[in-house]
């Protein structure tokens, strides 16, 4: 079973690229992960010492403020060579490319006051874990423009156990720091990479536009403490695809915000596609929107998603106090085993900042389209709870197939919507035939490619998914 699903993985990831449009704006774009730089140094050049052991904050530091003169001269490029580099916390200036060498390794430092203490994000009003600053990522970008983080398979590995023990321990004084963040960025790529460990979030992109996130393995232990994959968070115009994850928490979570805080800031996230992703969490979701959605999530496309021996598939996660909304989603092609729960939606999640949040407040979930979706030993096909006097509205489940070991297959409640095609057959609000009037129900249509050949990714998907689904269930 894992080898096929390896093998159909692989198969997926060597299609070539193909810009894709939402509402005729690029965001699956060619990247520039291998753009020349005229100017390039080496770690090496500024005293780093690549033994695991001595701390190279100092040189980071150095080798970037060197390099910021090339800034408006074509651009830099930082190398660094195969080693172990330890590290604190260091930031990155705009046109600039961090490439990592095959074998080479950075470290975050355990030690915390290598990570500064930075302002909470004004989205969510206070850290998120604990009132008041948070820890800098180990990488870090705030008002960037053209960086790139990419390399030969190079590895980044926060070393974020002492982090996870003191949180356990509830020694925190702050937040813990995520493995890289970028904050008011536009044209962020990181690519070709392995990310180990994070102390918190993996990759957060927040308030950023034009992210193109592919062609990562991010792994951390599976008990591990909420060391999310990739979080796009009050961001638009992201890509993220040809991934593997394997974390202690969400694969891939959406998010804009924090209650009032995120209400107010008013930042949504739009026009995210995510395709041909591979993993596993056994505490969360593979694809999951939320739960702090405050801001909004609408026009996103998740495409070719494959996830084994986790604890859901795809969720929606709010509560009454977040307001925003999530609207317009399509999840397509999915194929799923040994997930207790396939298909999650929530609307009593998650604690609030401080007592300031409107209960009142309530979200607005519409228009969520879910089809072609395989599953094998599913524990339930649909945990699917609204919010009473807020129901989600135009959830539409079209050729869905689940082999499902609880009685009864769904659980359903204040919630709307259409269905076709579904086995076991689903909830009794959700059995009602998707109506000819397709505006009820979030479509493909949206999404187009720009080029002639832009069918060959979809008509390969399909071809793809029916080889695998007969093969699926002789196993």
């Given at each position: 079973?894992?080898?096929?699903?390896?093998?159909?993985?692989?198969?997926?990831?060597?299609?070539?690229?193909?810009?894709?449009?939402?509402?005729?704006?690029?965001?699956?774009?060619?990247s520039r992960s291998r753009a020349f730089r005229p100017h390039s140094v080496t770690i090496t050049e500024f005293g780093a010492v690549g033994d695991g052991v001595t701390l190279n904050t100092k040189a980071f530091h150095n080798a970037i403020f060197y390099l910021h003169s090339f800034a408006d001269k074509g651009g830099a490029q930082l190398f660094v060579p195969a080693g172990r580099w330890l590290t604190g916390s260091f930031s990155l200036i705009s046109h600039l490319t961090l490439w990592l060498d095959e074998g080479a390794v950075i470290l975050g430092s355990k030690a915390s006051n290598d990570w500064p203490l930075i302002a909470p994000l004004p989205s969510y009003g206070r850290g998120r874990e604990l009132p008041g600053r948070r820890h800098?990522?180990?990488?870090?970008?705030?008002?960037?423009?053209?960086?790139?983080?990419?390399?030969?398979?190079?590895?980044?590995?926060?070393q974020g156990s002492v982090w996870w023990h003191w949180f356990r321990n509830l020694t925190l004084n702050y937040t813990r720091p995520h493995l890289v963040e970028f904050i008011n960025s536009t044209g962020v790529v990181i690519s070709s990479l392995t990310f180990l460990n994070s102390p918190f979030w993996t990759i957060h992109p927040v308030y950023c536009s034009q992210v193109h996130v592919h062609n990562l393995t991010i792994l951390a232990p599976l008990d591990s403490p909420n060391t999310d994959g990739i979080d796009p968070d009050s961001s638009n115009d992201v890509c993220i695809e040809d991934c593997y994850i394997r974390t202690g928490d969400d694969l891939i979570s959406i998010k804009s915000g924090w209650d009032e805080y995120g209400i107010a800031y008013a930042r949504p996230s739009s026009n995210i596609i995510i395709r041909r992703l591979a993993g596993e969490t056994q505490t969360s979701a593979g694809v999951a929107l939320g739960s702090e959605m405050s801001g909004g999530i609408s026009e996103v496309h998740v495409e070719g998603l494959q996830l084994v021996n986790s604890k859901s598939a795809i969720r929606i996660k709010t509560a009454p106090g977040r307001g925003g909304y999530i609207r317009n989603i399509y999840i397509s092609d999915v194929i799923m085993s040994n997930v207790k729960i396939a298909i999650r939606f929530t609307g009593q999640y998650g604690d609030h900042p401080d007592e300031n949040y409107d209960p009142n407040a309530l979200p607005t979930i519409d228009r969520i389209s879910l089809k072609d979706i395989i599953g094998k030993?599913?524990?339930?096909?649909?945990?699917?709870?609204?919010?009473?006097?807020?129901?989600?509205?135009?959830?539409?489940?079209?050729?869905?197939?689940?082999?499902?070991?609880?009685?009864?297959?769904?659980?359903?409640?204040?919630?709307?919507?259409?269905?076709?095609?579904?086995?076991?057959?689903s909830c009794e609000l959700l059995r009602e035939s998707i109506p000819e009037d397709s505006s009820v129900c979030y479509s493909s249509n949206h999404l187009?490619?720009?080029?002639?050949?832009?069918?060959?990714?979809?008509?390969?998907?399909?071809?793809?998914r029916a080889m695998y689904r007969g093969e699926f269930w002789r196993k």
């Open positions: 079973m894992k080898r096929s699903l390896l093998r159909v993985f692989l198969v997926l990831a060597t299609i070539s690229e193909i810009p894709w449009a939402i509402n005729g704006s690029s965001v699956c774009k060619q800098q990522s180990l990488i870090y970008g705030y008002n960037l423009t053209d960086v790139v983080i990419t390399g030969d398979n190079g590895t980044i590995d926060g030993n599913i524990s339930v096909a649909g945990l699917m709870e609204g919010i009473e006097g807020d129901n989600f509205l135009n959830i539409c489940l079209s050729n869905i197939t689940f082999s499902v070991t609880s009685d009864p297959p769904w659980n359903c409640s204040y919630i709307q919507g259409y269905s076709n095609l579904v086995f076991p057959e187009r490619p720009e080029s002639s050949d832009g069918t060959r990714l979809v008509s390969t998907m399909i071809k793809l």
